[in-house]
């Protein structure tokens, strides 16, 4: 009985080590660690929340997000709102914002050593800028702000309490989003200067391996294209079974983090690629250049981040990826095949320095052209356009098919068959192919044009134009498009979802029925509209998109809703919505005089904060709510 109780007592200690201290969230005090000497700051950060008592990460500085690297650390609060943050160093508040989206209220803190310290998603402001802040919001009548300070206005010692957390803007739940920035502002990794509260033993797992084929006369297990094979884990190192393959090979990784004690998945820092114990490839995110951090598109595969929502790792460097993460290239990390096997090893390694390997052998393809596998296909014939390379399937008949391409036509040969079908590979940089005759079938590909990467380009459609920034494409776009008139919208399809833009892209659209103010274009995507302009000129709509695929022109003729939740002369809380093109505007008043109201998109909530928090709301309550297009809700009531 003694030692059963022991260990419950060792268990208890060790839970309340780690997420006790958030039950004392909402006893903590606004207080001053002491300043410490000026040869400790410029060398060790303060952990933020808390320091010295331990905690854990939801995520890690250079994790793959869908649009961008994760650029700091979120830390947990154990979904409380209202942790104390602390200054990591000395220093002085250089910027504030406040914001419905993205990061919501940030505090940037610029340190002695020229590293700036970023804290976002905070609930509330501490200190004297808190009073600032609200007295600029008053001042300028407006919620969202952004204000930049000089060194001599806002001085913090390391461990002064600045703000307390929560979850604003983007947020997917209450935490802190810590960032450490160079003076450039590029974000580096902040476990690199330590944060005993951190502990991690947990190496990187390997979930799936993808091989690709990255040309025509490449193969993997007799086929041309991408293939995925699940990995597993045998004596104390990740493998998946030998694959035949042949010529220039691509090798992607969908694999995860975890940390001691913590339920998320983190991010890999380092990958290392080998060749026969060559090292052909590596790959280590220790600093982001903010800027252009959506590169993040050129390293994952994004066709499969598109369409299965997973996120794998590029072990080579494809065409377009301005990424300086790389180093010991080899042929830019392709693997080749030729006639002897190829031993595959690649190492991972975390911020902690926790390591794994993986191990496979690429043998050579000695399939020649007959693929027996090729017979459970069971759907129709049909194509795809990966890259530079179209890859059409038809049934299997003595004939050679017609190519047709600018306007002549020629036979063509399949690259591999079985005994229901044939794989022809048809390389579109030489022209662009227009359909695929033979053995009673026809496939038309429908390609309108190409649209070269890495320079400016406009494309004039006959009732659209769509216009490239320099370098927003990663590699030449071979595409199609429609525009037609459904019922009372305009539909417009250019490309795909799957196409990834650097930079957006500029539409102009002319309706081809009749439109008025209240139209607006949108992206629609999984069944739902976003919003992208209702800016008209000429009878034109004009529209940015860093997304290609499928978009609306349609009206919204439906204002905004509101709905009240209490409305007294201490607090004001609404609930707002709109149905289609959203909020752009609200603004209440009490009695003539403006309120500030703090507004939470993920929810709808509007709250209000008071310049005067003694002064009670008295007289007639206004609130007006506007959308995208200018439909208008006003709510009225007395407050007495």
Same mark, same amino acid.
């Given at each position: ?220 297990? *007799?086929?041309?294209?991408?293939? !995925? +094979? ?9 493998? =998946? $079974? &030998?694959?035949? #393959? ?106 902690? *320095?926790?390591?794994?390997?993986? !191990? +496979? ?9 007959? =693929? $027996? &596998?090729?017979? #459970? ?112 919208? !305009? ?150």
């Amino acid at each position: 009985m003694r030692n059963y109780l022991t260990l419950r007592f060792a268990k208890w200690l060790l839970v309340w080590g780690i997420y006790g201290f958030h039950l004392l969230v909402s006893a903590q005090t606004v207080e001053t660690i002491a300043p410490t000497t000026s040869t400790e700051t410029s060398s060790r950060y303060l952990f933020p929340i808390l320091p010295g008592v331990p905690n854990t990460l939801a995520g890690t500085m250079g994790e793959l997000r869908n649009s961008h690297f994760h650029s700091g650390l979120d830390i947990r609060t154990n979904n409380q709102v209202g942790a104390a943050i602390r200054a990591a160093n000395e220093g002085y508040i250089s910027r504030v914002t406040k914001s419905s989206f993205g990061y919501g209220n940030v505090v940037y803190v610029t340190h002695p050593d020229g590293n700036t310290t970023l804290y976002a998603h905070l609930d509330s402001f501490k200190g004297p800028i808190e009073s600032y802040v609200r007295k600029e919001q008053y001042k300028r009548k407006t919620f969202e702000i952004d204000l930049k300070f000089s060194p001599d206005q806002f001085r913090v010692n390391r461990g002064d309490t600045i703000a307390l957390s929560g979850n604003t803007g983007g947020s997917t739940g209450p935490h802190l989003h810590f960032d450490l920035r160079d003076k450039d502002m590029n974000a580096i990794n902040p476990l690199h200067y330590g944060f005993d509260e951190i502990k991690d033993k947990i190496p990187p797992m390997v979930l799936v391996v993808a091989l690709r084929t990255m040309d025509q006369h490449s193969r993997i297990n *007799g086929k041309f294209g991408r293939f !995925e +094979f699940r990995a597993f884990k045998t004596g104390g190192k990740y493998r =998946i $079974p &030998s694959v035949k #393959a042949k010529g220039k090979i691509g090798i992607e990784i969908l694999g995860i983090d975890k940390m001691d004690l913590s339920p998320f998945q983190c991010g890999i820092n380092e990958y290392v690629l080998s060749a026969n114990n060559t090292i052909i490839f590596r790959q280590n995110i220790d600093k982001i250049e903010m800027p252009i951090t959506r590169a993040i598109l050129s390293l994952m595969d994004h066709s499969v981040l598109e369409n299965k929502g997973q996120r794998f790792n590029r072990l080579y460097v494809d065409d377009g990826n301005p990424l300086g993460f790389y180093s010991s290239l080899v042929n830019k990390g392709l693997v080749t095949v030729e006639i002897d096997p190829v031993k595959i090893g690649v190492s991972m390694k975390d911020s902690y *320095g926790n390591t794994s390997e993986l !191990e +496979f052998e690429l043998k050579p393809d000695d399939s020649g052209t007959t =693929i $027996p &596998s090729l017979d #459970a296909i069971k759907t129709p014939a049909g194509f795809e356009l990966s890259g530079n390379y179209l890859t059409a399937r038809i049934s299997k008949c003595a004939a050679h098919p017609l190519l047709f391409r600018n306007g002549e036509s020629k036979e063509l040969q399949s690259q591999y068959n079985s005994n229901l079908w044939s794989v022809y590979i048809i390389d579109v940089r030489e022209g662009l192919p227009d359909s695929l005759v033979g053995c009673k079938q026809t496939l038309r590909f429908g390609i309108k044009d190409k649209i070269p990467s890495g320079k400016k380009f406009t494309f004039y459609g006959p009732s659209y134009t769509l216009f490239f920034p320099d370098s927003s494409l990663f590699d030449t776009l071979y595409f199609s498009s429609s525009h037609r008139r459904e019922g009372s919208r !305009e539909v417009l399809t250019v490309a795909d979802k799957t196409t990834a833009l650097l930079f957006p892209a500029q539409f102009e659209l002319r309706p081809l029925g009749e439109i008025n103010e209240k139209y607006a274009a949108y992206r629609f995507e999984d069944g739902r509209n976003t919003f992208l302009s209702n800016k008209w000129v000429n009878g034109k709509i004009k529209f940015e998109t860093n997304k290609l695929g499928k978009f609306v022109v349609q009206p919204d003729v439906t204002p905004p809703d509101v709905r009240r939740i209490y409305a007294n002369q201490s607090t004001l809380r609404f609930r707002i919505w709109d149905n289609l093109s959203g909020i752009d505007s609200f603004e209440v008043t009490v009695d003539g005089e403006w309120i500030l109201m703090n507004y939470d998109y993920k929810t709808g909530v509007l709250f209000s904060e008071k310049l005067d928090k003694t002064k009670p709301f008295k007289g007639t309550l206004i609130l007006q709510v506007k959308d995208r297009v200018g439909n208008s809700r006003i709510f009225k009531q007395q407050i007495l």
